[in-house]
């Protein structure tokens, strides 16, 4: 191990059923460092981190820890936590009906050796050293978020860890909280602890880290300096496009725009919700197809998910065909001629034990009321024609949609939000993880329906589709609209460098 290195990973392979999901990554952690772990969905962060933690077993490589002769073999969470390996989860995992006190020393061997007044003592203490706002006998409900993920992280130094990994800590936090949890991160540094930080926020990870490394696929793309990786660079770097191989994609056949109204559609301002983005400002013309681009986490599905009445919206107006509506719920925009195909179809967008002719007449029967169902006859004869249209494979219109693939199953909930025949229509990842076919399908129709005069937010994360699809892009960064892209500005290039925000 490098001299000053509290942590190694040489190596390491992890095999899922038909997916490899890290391929001889290699990951090094010194003392008193502050680490990124970078990459988009399906990098691989997250298995490495479980690896690590003992929630899965390797299946190649080695881990090293300093003050251990050879390599350490980490089965289970708790090996994690005997070796000083010690995590901070997004949600916190504490007990809120017990005492500060109690959660610190809940569950470990020397606490029943303690008395209440030893442990509040030494509670005490250790607020006290790092400098957080509670007191050992507070209900741990009492506090802020902020202040109960300082705690989590406060039990974990207590308990002697040496690696210290904080998996999105600062999602649920405001501009204040975070200041304070980096205050610690950096006090906690100063006593030679490495901290490993999750995050997809890309100004906090230039604010607090020393160095980044970066996965994608599965696989290592390497470890940098922080002020040797310009911004740019690293989103360059997590997209796997390089910067000299950029080209613009956007094919000249599939412009299938319809004239824009001089009235929009659908105009939002100053909208945010209860999911801590900013308020935006949004527009979309008749028989246009934009969308919202940026990184994983950076509040692309926010802010669709607000417009929609899916989150509770805290801000703003909302206008349909210049006329200012509430939508406090679905069901009002779907009244107003809003339809949203939602990111997770397995969890927000099928009901699985339905068939898929129910699945299809689920958002129109809704609008209808279900004290006016439709008939039997109808049903079949509208499930039908949309199993037809989207070339729909099912062996009946019975069938039960979870026994369809992927891709028609996401075809069906495209169904149901046609049949509702609305004026506008949200689609949140329509082709995640379906195959090649399907999504040329989707991308075709979109631009069909759009020439059709309908208006479409087209919402991907791959960017080459996005460019294929959309003649308008709103960026998104931490939660932010940081811009706005249409004519020569729309290609990678912009993107990357408006979503990096400059070299700072």
Sequence with gaps: MKDNAVLEMKGIDKVFPGVRALQNVDF???????????????????????????????????????????EVHIK?????????????????????????????????????????????????EILQSLDIPATATMQLSNCSIAVQQ??????????????????????????????????????????GVGIIFVTHFLDQVYEVCDKITVLRDGQLVGEYEIEKLPRLELVSKMLGKEMDDLSEIKESSGETQAVKDEVPVVEVEGLYSNTGIKPFDFYINKGEVNGFTGLLGSGRSECVRAIFGADRVVGGTVKVNGKEVKIKAPIDAMKNGIGYLPEDRKVDGIIGDLSVRENILLAAQVLKGFLKPYKKSEQYKLAQEYIRMLSIKTAS??????????????????????????????????????DIGTKVDIQKLVLKLAGEGMSVTFISSETDEMLRTCSRLIVMRDLNKVGELSGDDLNQSKIMSTIAGGDK
């Design 76 to 124: 289970s969470p708790q090996d994690a936590q005997n070796l000083g390996i010690s995590t901070v989860y997004q949600e916190i995992t504490l007990c809120p009906n017990l005492s500060v006190a109690e959660n610190m020393f809940i569950g470990r061997s020397k606490s029943a050796t303690l008395n209440w007044s030893q442990m509040n003592k030494a509670t005490t």
């Design 28 to 70: 090094t952690l010194c003392e008193g460092e502050i680490h990124a772990l970078m990459g988009e969905n399906g990098a691989g962060k997250s298995t490495l981190i479980k690896v690590l933690t003992g929630v899965y077993v390797k299946d190649g490589g080695q881990i090293f820890l300093k003050g251990h002769d050879g």
């Design 150 to 191: 300082m705690i989590a992280i406060a039990r974990a130094v207590d308990m002697e860890c040496k690696v210290l990994i904080l998996d999105e800590p600062t999602s649920s936090l405001d501009d204040n909280e975070v200041a304070k949890l980096f205050k610690l991160m950096r006090d906690l540094k100063a006593k």
């Design 397 to 434: 219109e019975d069938t039960p949609i979870k026994s369809l693939s992927g891709g028609n199953q996401q075809k069906v909930i495209l169904a149901r939000w046609l049949l509702t025949h609305p004026e506008y229509l949200i689609l949140d990842e329509p082709t995640r993880g379906i």
